[in-house]
């Protein structure tokens, strides 16, 4: 069991879920999630697994204490994730989703450059799909972009890799100085990590995937950004302050932001940011922390996500602006979504607590004192928009739109109870998220001046919010991002340039069952890498003839 | 108006005997922190959202409004 990849399980379960017949589906993926967790927790400290690639030895597998939690949790989510969408998935949807978890488990068990390069790629080509599975036009739409966006930070990556390998003779993923080459590999994660400017991608296709698709896309590929840029680029300073820009600029667009899944979204970008922030700090205590929110964050996240889906699974609708009332119909929803809310709050007795404690005392102990206190206004607009006005604007005041809600499949009840579960499991006893960290971790987060601390914080917001909360009254509106650059700066220079950023027609989409009769599905991930490839090669050529 | 002024202020109030009791640096600081940074981020962000930072639903391109968006939102 030891040499047993916890990735070869997952993509096993996904070719298995394609052969099974649809019924099978929740099962399969249920048990492929649970063998990977074995499998992840059966790893020896300390265990690789080579291969022999060209002349090279690719590292495929590589056990310490950074990969373990990132992988112990993505298999964890993989679970839940598996119970949520046990009747609400379909059979491509499905394979796709253990197929990205399969590919976020193979990244961070990867032990060199080139192999997290082909797990990076396998998890674009089979997440894209998770966005496609809607099965909209806006869908369709979203996921060209979030392609077009993840091809340009594949071409970086592999660039990056290549003209590394060149420069150094080395695969090794491993910390690494900002130079040339490193620099394009930066960019490649900053770009999967939803970094600013890189970040509109994020908030522009994950909500517009499937309920169960988006609690996927949530866990796997911003976490992966944030383990690669905790093994590569540790103690970089420039990533504080880009976290912390995240974190601001994510919380801002999220107060503001009138669909309840859009609003989590652009939570994931702040949420990352202080992840971001921590590894730039670059001290054992910190990259614990930001280990730590990781951790915490794919289960509240999930958990969150869960609820906001499982309103739009009940009623149809995610916009704040066509919702309100449903806390009779939907106390169950609004209680789990709550624990969500209140963990991404950092409120005690909550997973978030002990991990953004954790990773805002590093921080701070580390001189970077501004950089904290910008991060605590960042955490004010957490529990605002995400405790506070969310629920407030879905469960309770007047319903804006007559929306009647269906009863919710046991099992997706079921998963946001057991995600529920984990989250206060965590924050009553945080030795279950600190024992898994990189290093030993000897902090207590539950001392009466950071516990006072905390409170007055959350006490003073929900007096705020109180006061202000006619401001934050929901209208029918949408967010400008950085995407404005591709979606309408074009239209601006052009009527050429304006397709580019123009709704297509239905025909042209490339919907699941459409890729699928037209024998497409084998044929995107090859489009995705050869044009990775060929990108890439262009930067590496274009920096080879550079005096 | 009277009444909200004075709940704030008792609230206010409190936070530095609690903060006095504990030992904190410096009293009623995360109380003001938190108002003012709520007051910041809703106020600066209304204001930012006027300048351009947002738009009425449905007026971006790709924004289109596609009835099975309705229909599939349940799968």
Same mark, same amino acid.
């Given at each position: 069991m030891a040499d047993l990849h916890p990735a070869l399980l997952l993509l096993g379960g996904a070719i298995a879920v394609l052969a099974l017949? #649809? #019924?099978?589906g929740g099962p399969v993926m249920v048990v492929s999630g649970l063998l990977a967790l074995a499998a992840v927790l059966a790893l020896d400290e300390g265990a690789t697994t080579t291969l022999g690639f060209y002349g090279y030895e690719l590292t495929v597998l590589r056990v310490d204490g950074l990969s373990v939690p990132f992988a112990t949790v993505f298999a964890a989510i993989t679970v839940l994730a598996g119970l949520y969408g046990? /009747? /609400?998935? +379909?059979r491509l949807e499905r394979a796709a989703a253990l197929a990205t978890a399969g590919a976020g488990v193979g990244v961070v068990l990867a032990g060199d450059l080139l192999t997290v390069f082909f797990f990076w790629e396998l998890k674009v080509t089979t997440s894209v799909l998770l966005v496609f599975a809607r099965r909209s036009s806006r869908a369709a739409a979203a996921g060209r972009r979030y392609l077009g966006a993840h091809l340009v930070g594949g071409a970086s990556l592999l660039a990056g890799v290549l003209w590394h390998l060149a420069d150094t003779g080395s695969l090794a993923f491993d910390p690494m100085d900002l130079g040339g080459a490193t620099s394009l590999i930066l960019v490649g994660f900053l770009l999967s990590a939803a970094a600013?400017? &890189?970040?509109?991608w994020l908030p522009d296709a994950y909500p517009e995937s499937t309920v169960a698709g988006t609690v996927v896309l949530s866990a796997f590929t911003t976490k992966s950004a944030v383990y690669a840029l905790a093994r590569g680029f540790p103690g970089l300073e420039l990533l504080v302050w880009i976290g912390v820009a995240m974190a601001l600029v994510g919380v801002v667009y999220a107060i503001l932001e009138d669909d309840i899944r859009r609003l989590l979204g652009f939570h994931i970008v702040s949420q990352v940011g202080f992840m971001v922030a921590a590894i730039g700090v670059g001290t054992a205590a910190s990259i614990n922390g930001a280990t730590a929110h990781a951790y915490a964050h794919v289960l509240y996240k999930g958990l969150l996500l869960m609820g906001a889906g499982a309103v739009l699974h009940a009623t149809g609708r995610s916009r704040a602006s066509e919702l309100g009332g449903l806390a009779p119909v939907q106390r169950t929803t609004f209680v789990l979504y709550l624990v969500g809310a209140l963990s991404i709050s950092g409120l005690? &007795?909550? /997973?978030g607590f002990p991990a953004k404690e954790l990773s805002m005392a590093a921080i701070g102990d580390a001189g970077y004192g501004t950089a904290q206190w910008l991060l605590k206004l960042a955490s004010v607009g957490t529990f605002l928009s995400v405790a506070l006005k969310l629920p407030a604007v879905t469960w309770f005041g007047p319903a804006r739109s007559p929306v009647r809600a269906s009863r919710l499949p046991a099992t997706m009840v079921v998963a946001m109870g057991l995600a529920a579960a984990a989250n206060i499991a965590m924050g009553l006893a945080p030795d279950l998220l600190y024992?898994?960290?990189p290093t030993e971790v000897s902090f207590d987060p539950y001392t009466t001046a950071k516990v006072v601390e905390i409170l007055q914080l959350l006490a003073f917001t929900g007096i705020g919010f109180v006061l202000l909360r006619s401001r934050l009254a929901p209208k029918a509106v949408t967010s400008v991002d950085t995407d404005w650059v591709y979606r309408e700066l074009p239209a601006r220079l052009g009527p050429q340039l304006a397709r580019l950023g123009a709704e297509r027609p239905r025909p042209a989409l490339p919907t699941l069952p459409s890729l699928l009769r037209a024998g497409g599905a084998p044929v995107a991930p090859g489009w995705v890498l050869g044009s990775v490839v060929i990108l890439a090669m262009v930067v590496v050529l274009g920096a080879s003839v550079m005096p | 108006m009277i009444r909200t002024v004075a709940a704030v202020a008792v609230a206010l109030v409190v936070s530095v005997v609690v903060d006095l009791a504990t030992g904190a +640096?410096?009293?009623g600081r995360m109380a003001l922190f938190s108002l003012s940074a709520v007051a910041l981020l809703v106020l600066g962000g209304k204001r930012l959202a006027a300048a351009g930072l947002q738009r009425p639903a449905g007026t971006r391109p790709g924004e289109l409004g596609d009835p099975a968006d309705e229909v599939t939102a349940h799968g």
């Open positions: 017949p #649809r #019924r099978w046990w /009747s /609400s998935m +379909a600013i400017p &890189l970040n509109a005690p &007795l909550f /997973s024992g898994q960290m | +640096a410096v009293p």
